[in-house]
């Protein structure tokens, strides 16, 4: 797709990102920066001849987060990691609200003509901190010579939710809500993701850094975070759009909340603050003993609670408090409308 000037250069090297909707629009906006020039790896990386390895391994910062004090540890700039629910925290801003889409959050300076949200830390600290919450790569969509066909992207199945704000309270919501099937015009359906730990390149520096592809839904062969089947980036064949009438305005700050894959329990929340599941009442205490895991091991179940298409702030906010009151983790819940 085509390149718009949606960075620019602030100080002795540092990119700024722009909330900028298109190249026309002229309007921008520094939003945050981090330093242009990444150096080379050294011993922050450690591929071998044969086949580049991208486990993460302890770096100064990394070594005080891996004994944390506190349950959340700031790990970088921008990044934070909960050791106790085993998930991290990836601060970004809105930067696109619509037009088609090759990635859902790229890197500062990178490719925002075509990514809903630009994430303020670097590719490779958020990929260190996936491996300090235990999480394995696995590889980005390339193509098999030997086979002669493309192989798409592998790597432990994730879960990826944005927190912003939504009818007036700090919410949780799938990327699906802010996408759109470009065959059907809907949210896609059943979108899964996979930590597929992008890779080093020749000169030694970390692929998703230089590209940008931090969360992909196209196929490229340094994406850190990529959907688990072949997608074409070629333009004519792209197959997801940003969804306008879900996108906040732009310049919005939100934060992407990446873990394992976890179970899900979709419930419908009534006009009069009732949580139906399979058409029957629940209440929040006993959705909370159907979310307990069924081992310590096990990530902690998600609930979805859907709602109408615009629920009243006071139905939102009492429904939140009850989960809350019972014992509900507000990581654990996601608010959306319920399927048509």
């Keep these: 797709m085509k390149r718009c000037s949606a960075a620019f250069v602030l100080g002795a090297g540092a990119l700024v990102v722009c909330a900028a909707s298109a190249c026309t629009s002229g309007s921008r906006r520094a939003v945050f920066a981090y330093p242009a020039a990444a150096p080379a790896l050294g011993p922050l990386l450690h591929p071998t001849a044969e086949t580049p390895s991208c486990q993460p391994v302890a770096s100064p910062a990394a070594e005080s987060a891996a004994t944390p004090r506190g349950r959340v540890v ?10 106790a629910r085993r998930l991290i925290e990836v601060e970004a801003v809105v930067v696109l609200r ?16 075509e990514s809903i949200v630009a994430v303020r830390p670097r590719p490779l600290h958020i990929f260190q901190a996936l491996g300090l919450i235990g999480l394995e790569p696995g590889a980005p969509a390339r193509y098999d010579e030997a086979a002669g066909r493309p192989v798409p992207p592998t790597g432990m199945p994730l879960r990826v939710d944005i927190r912003h704000e939504w009818q007036g309270q700090s919410v949780l919501v799938s990327p699906e ?14 979108v899964r993701w996979v930590f597929a730990g992008s890779r080093v390149l020749a000169n030694g520096q970390f692929g998703a850094d230089l590209d940008g592809t931090v969360v ?11 959907v688990d089947a072949l ?17 906040p305005p732009l310049g919005t700050p939100c934060t992407l909340v990446i873990r394992a894959a976890a179970a899900t329990l979709a419930v419908r929340l009534d006009a009069d603050g009732t949580f139906v599941l399979d058409g029957v009442p629940h209440s929040p205490a006993q959705l909370a003993e159907l979310l307990k895991p069924l081992d310590g091991a096990s990530p902690t179940p998600v ?13 939102l906010r009492s429904a939140l408090a009850a989960l809350a009151g019972a014992g509900i983790d507000a990581d654990s819940i996601i608010v959306g409308p319920a399927p048509p």
């Design 303 to 315: 609930l979805i609670v859907e709602t109408v298409d615009r629920p009243a702030p006071d139905l």
């Design 216 to 226: 992909c839904v196209v196929d490229f062969d340094t994406a850190l975070i990529a």
């Design 177 to 190: 809500q802010w996408l759109l099937d470009a065959n059907t015009g809907r949210p896609p359906a059943d």
């Design 98 to 113: 619509q037009g088609p889409l090759e990635l859902l959050a790229c890197g500062v300076g990178t490719r925002e003509h």
């Design 231 to 247: 997608h074409s980036a070629d333009n004519e064949l792209l197959w997801l759009a940003a969804n306008p009438d879900r996108v």
């Design 74 to 83: 700031t790990y970088q700039p921008g990044l934070r990691i909960d050791f």
